[in-house]
T-cell receptor, first 112, second 114 residues
Framework: SQQGEEDPQALSIQEGENATMNCSYK?????LQWYRQNSGRGLVHLIL?????REKHSGRLRVTLDTSKKSSSLLITASRAADTASYFC????????????FGTGTQLKVEL | DTGVSQNPRHKITKRGQNVTFRCDPI?????LYWYRQTLGQGPEFLTY????????KSRLLSDRFSAERPKGSFSTLEIQRTEQGDSAMYLC????????????FGEGSRLTVL
């Protein structure tokens, strides 16, 4: 079963604009990760944020985590057409469980 | 590091046939995962291996599904008596023993059951 929901389900923006995706989850976590998936391909890890962190940056990516609200957001700045993909959040359970549980994903389309 | 390799990439089969997928993880990764993904959904956990031991299985993994990882290297996922509802992308991922680790995914094996 999916751990949580992402919204929006789909997002269409112009190149150069920022894209924000949100993820909500249900149980206590050790960390939260974001992955990207191009159509018909495998997933690629983007960034990991631990439960005791509130914000993290990597290049054009900015991730926030609010454990009190059980939510996270992924911001992609200055988007490019090559950013077109599906983006998934995934949670690792607190207590050191072994599996990642993925959300439902946001489909991002960046138009020229 | 050649990444996670999955074969075959695509499989079309008739209902009732058996299919087997193979996953070769990154060589130094002890942990191996199988996920299933249907169109428009996120990956759903199926099973997890640490070395050759299968330590966790989802309730999604019915009796028709079996996974192995002999000698703790490559893994196989077999589906017996396939049903149309088994049509999905089957994703394999591996990671190292770090307490909080990212998963490295293969390109997936897409199954179509006619």
């Amino acid at each position: 079963s999916q751990q949580g929901e992402e919204d929006p389900q789909a997002l269409s923006i112009q190149e150069g604009e920022n894209a924000t995706m949100n993820c909500s989850y249900k149980t206590s976590i050790n960390n939260l990760q974001w992955y990207r998936q191009n159509s018909g391909r495998g997933l690629v890890h983007l960034i990991l944020i631990r439960s005791n962190e509130r914000e993290k940056h990597s290049g054009r990516l900015r991730v926030t985590l609010d454990t009190s609200k059980k939510s996270s957001s992924l911001l992609i700045t200055a988007s490019r057409a090559a950013d077109t993909a599906s983006y998934f959040c995934a949670t690792a359970p607190s207590g050191g469980g072994n599996k990642l549980t993925f959300g439902t994903g946001t489909q991002l389309k960046v138009e020229l | 590091d050649t990444g996670v390799s999955q074969n075959p990439r695509h499989k079309i089969t008739k209902r009732g046939q058996n299919v087997t997928f193979r996953c070769d993880p990154i060589s130094e990764h002890n942990r191996l995962y199988w996920y299933r993904q249907t169109l428009g959904q996120g990956p759903e956990f199926l099973t997890y291996f640490q070395n050759e031991a299968q330590l966790e299985k989802s309730r999604l993994l019915s009796d028709r599904f079996s996974a192995e990882r002999p000698k703790g290297s490559f893994s196989t996922l077999e589906i017996q008596r396939t049903e149309q509802g088994d049509s999905a992308m089957y994703l394999c991922a591996s990671r190292d023993d770090g307490y909080t680790g990212e998963l490295f995914f293969g390109e997936g094996s897409r199954l179509t059951v006619l």
